[in-house]
């Protein structure tokens, strides 16, 4: 028998703290709901013998309408030991806390803001409960929301640590290009912002801005959480790259047309001055007619564009290729054969080509977190462990992942 070993090769399984979607929230388990509650408000015994009732009535990610509402029975003291924000809230000079002390009242706190599909996962594994807790194979996309929506509470309760267990494998599983929708990657990227997943941030936000098209005007996005100015940081880099597409087309086509009697110094064939206003006449109606047809005519402004940078670059190329192909196939009686007297350049092909200019579109443009980022997602990490605990750390060392 040989004695080499092999490294096991980790799965798309993905480990998460729920296992059915937030619109079904009635789940057979220990803490299922009790009978009698209502269509629109369910309750969950999380501990027995709690001593305080959460009611959570906030919306879920990607929710068009306000979702069920939920009462949760916890213990007071599990909530406060998890999160120092329960602990202030529940323990410190608030009215939440002030109510504990009332005997005869029912210790009830309101938490309008939370989706009941994000803070159940969160009080369950706040109490040591984790029979719903199963592997979950290729559910990615069914469940980013409500991953998101978990991962929404447990930062605003300061308590992102108790996803320790977890939270490497979330790396590994939920890889950018399983996703399409920019709604989904602003999901991904608060996801990986909070659990401070650096090289997994960058690669989706260069997904958001390279090949993502903006969502629609209603897109839940607009209501969503995520880290500090990254949707202006999106929205900002777009309209930049696809500029730099266009603004040197909406030049050359100014260039021509107000050229009048003289040449512009587009036609690069030694020729007459009459035979260069005939080239630069003629890539002029050629490029007019292609820009027509692609439906970029009159030539938009770069925040008016609904199409993603690299679908936009693609749209560059075809009108490159046209030009080209024109000026090979334009007959002159001046001996020269114009194929280099183009319009339209295509886009670059890597950063090197493309110069020091970062907002400049290149096929390879990649987002680089900024200092702010990083610095966060480096204390996150700490919180998270996901440079620890990732499986392409433990496996190839042989990693131990809990040592008693």
């Known amino acids: 028998m040989s004695s080499t070993s092999t490294t096991p090769e980790p799965q798309s399984v993905v480990f998460l703290p729920l296992s059915v979607p937030p619109a079904v929230p009635d789940i057979e388990a220990d803490t299922e709901a009790t009978e009698g509650a209502t269509e629109t408000e369910k309750e969950y015994i999380i501990d027995p013998r709690g001593d305080l009732w959460l009611h959570a009535s906030g919306t879920a990610a990607g929710a068009a309408i306000p979702g069920n509402s939920a009462r949760f029975r916890v213990c007071s003291r599990a909530l406060s030991r998890s999160s120092s924000v329960f602990d202030k809230m529940l323990f410190g000079p608030f009215a939440e806390?002030?109510?504990?002390?009332?005997?005869?009242?029912e210790w009830v706190v309101d938490l309008p803001g939370d989706s009941p599909s994000g803070l159940r996962p969160l009080l369950e594994i706040m109490h040591g409960q984790f029979q719903r807790m199963a592997?979950?194979?290729?559910?990615?996309?069914?469940?980013?929301?409500?991953?998101?929506?978990?991962?929404?509470?447990?930062?605003?309760?300061?308590?992102?640590?108790?996803?320790?267990?977890?939270?490497?494998?979330?790396?590994?599983?939920?890889?950018?290009?399983?996703?399409?929708?920019?709604?989904?990657?602003?999901?991904?990227?608060?996801?990986?912002y909070q659990v401070g997943y650096i090289s997994g941030y960058e690669t989706v936000v260069t997904q958001l801005v390279l090949t993502t098209p903006p969502g629609p005007a209603d897109d839940p996005r607009a209501s969503m959480i995520l880290p500090p100015k990254l949707y202006e940081t999106v929205t900002f880099l777009r309209a930049k790259l696809i500029a730099s597409l266009l603004d040197p087309i909406r030049t050359n086509v100014e260039r021509l047309i107000k050229?009048?009697?003289?040449?512009?110094?587009?036609?690069?064939?030694?020729?007459?001055?009459?035979?260069?206003?005939?080239?630069?006449?003629?890539?002029?109606?050629?490029?007019?007619?292609?820009?027509?047809?692609s439906r970029l005519w009159p030539i938009p402004k770069a925040s008016d564009v609904l199409r993603a940078p690299s679908s936009m670059a693609l749209v560059v190329n075809t009108l490159n290729l046209r030009c080209v192909s024109h000026a090979m196939a334009t007959k002159s009686d001046d001996n020269a054969s114009?194929?280099?007297?183009?319009?339209?350049?295509?886009?670059?092909?890597?950063?090197?080509?493309?110069?020091?200019?970062?907002?400049?579109?290149?096929?390879?443009y990649h987002y680089t977190a900024d200092e702010d980022e990083v610095g966060y997602m480096a204390r996150q990490a700490e919180l998270s462990a996901v440079h620890l605990h990732a499986p392409d750390e433990l496996f190839p060392k042989g990693n131990i992942l809990f040592a008693f």
């Open 97 to 105: 806390g002030t109510k504990s002390r009332d005997a005869s009242q």
């Open 135 to 192: 592997p979950i194979a290729g559910a990615q996309r069914s469940t980013i929301q409500r991953l998101y929506d978990v991962v929404v509470v447990a930062d605003k309760y300061d308590c992102i640590a108790l996803l320790r267990p977890w939270a490497a494998s979330w790396t590994l599983c939920y890889k950018a290009d399983l996703f399409t929708a920019e709604h989904e990657l602003f999901c991904l990227a608060w996801i990986f």
């Open 259 to 293: 050229g009048g009697s003289r040449s512009v110094g587009l036609c690069r064939e030694r020729v007459s001055k009459k035979h260069k206003l005939r080239c630069e006449s003629s890539m002029l109606g050629e490029l007019l007619r292609s820009l027509h047809e």
């Open 338 to 364: 114009h194929w280099p007297c183009v319009a339209v350049a295509a886009p670059y092909r890597d950063r090197e080509a493309a110069g020091d200019d970062p907002w400049v579109y290149s096929t390879d």
